[in-house]
């Protein structure tokens, strides 16, 4: 009997690179009317290469920015990018269609909920806080909680041992096979791909089931749990 859900955030719970898009979009614009002197392209290509070699999650993209243009940071630009992204990122940051209904009808079977996410610790919790996700969960595992990023099994391990669950009685839903379906199969875990999230043009997931939307995920239990009472 499935008796757990582990869910990956970005782009399983969230459209993280939608989010991301639609702000970073607005800091463009917000410092070059604050006096960056520089094509709308050319600070995307600018951002682009800071995130390609520091990390989607880097937090100084604009001061590196600022420095990599005028060998410093002038604040007056940095903050008018920093604010716009922000006010960009609460906008856009939303759940996938169906995710808090099903959420909910999870809560209501009794199963219990995680997050295995390799994000940092403060900005998956405050994702979660600002889509007030944070009291639905049973557990969170962030890159921070083991030194170890998917698809390492550690992260999948110690959700485990958090949910007092067995690998047999617990699925794993994520968008990025090489980690989220790769890991959790290293410990047993059964695997639903998210393809409503994929923004890799995946075209096998190796996955168990795979989901066109995530309330799908209901009859995935119903089926696991069928076959596990007639095996």
Known sequence: ???AVIFDLDNTLVDFMGMKAQAVEAAV???IDAGLRLTPDEVRERINAI??????????????????????????????G???????????????????????????????????????????????CSLNFHHLFDCVVTFGDTGERKPHPAPFRR???????????TLMVGDWPERDMVGASMVGITTVFARYGDTF???????????????????????????????
Do not use: C
Not at 84 to 108: D, M, N, Q
Not at 117 to 127: G, T, V, Y
Not at 159 to 169: G, N, Q, T
Not at 204 to 225: F, G, H, M, T, W
């Open 51 to 80: 995130y390609q070699e520091r990390g989607i999650e880097f937090q100084s993209v604009f001061d590196q920015l600022l420095y990599d243009v005028f060998q410093k940071v002038d604040y007056k630009i940095l903050s008018a």
């Open 159 to 169: 959700a485990l041992e958090m949910l007092k669950v067995a690998p047999h009685e």
């Open 201 to 231: 043009g995946t075209v096998s997931s190796n996955a168990r089931y795979e989901l066109n939307d995530i309330s799908e995920l209901l009859q995935v239990i119903d089926k696991e749990n069928e076959l596990s009472q007639n095996g």
């Open 1 to 3: 009997m499935i008796k």
């Open 82 to 128: 920093i604010i716009a992204y922000r006010r960009a990122r609460e906008a856009a940051l939303v759940p996938y269609p169906h995710v808090s209904l099903t959420l909910f009808a999870l809560l209501k079977r009794g199963i219990k909920l995680a997050v295995v996410s390799d994000a940092p610790a403060r900005e998956a919790w405050l994702r979660l």
């Open 29 to 31: 614009h917000s410092m």
